[in-house]
């Protein structure tokens, strides 16, 4: 069983940065895939970005901005984030993979605003 936590959210200025922080339970945790994804209000949950448990990483449409890391021996994974825009505001959830491409676990997200 996986429990993870987010923290790390937070409001900020455009432009800035944030870096969150997924800490996950288990003795498994370099055996999963991690993802970070997001949820504007109104709009469907996306993918932000990928980690596989070989460290191959996967973004999409914030490649260049953000950066999704993982520390195996802190069972965390991190999303740094800059270049903050108003669009970047939403909720965002860690989960994790055991299987295939499904994710199983998800945190209970952290709010990330950015003002204009």
């Known amino acids: 069983q996986v429990q993870l936590v987010e923290s790390g959210g937070g409001l900020v200025q455009a432009g800035g940065s944030l870096r969150l922080s997924c800490a996950a339970s288990?003795?498994?945790?370099?055996?999963?895939?991690m993802g970070w994804f997001r949820q504007a209000p109104g709009k469907e949950r996306e993918f932000v970005a990928r980690i596989n448990r070989s460290g191959g990483v996967t973004y999409y449409a914030v490649k260049g901005r953000f950066t999704i890391s993982r520390d195996n021996a802190k069972n965390t994974v991190y999303l740094q984030m800059n270049s903050l825009k108003p669009e970047d505001t939403a909720v965002y959830y860690c989960a994790a993979a055991p299987s295939t491409d499904s994710y199983e676990y998800w945190g209970q997200g952290t709010q990330v605003t950015v003002s204009s």
């Open positions: 288990g003795r498994t945790f370099s055996m999963y895939t």
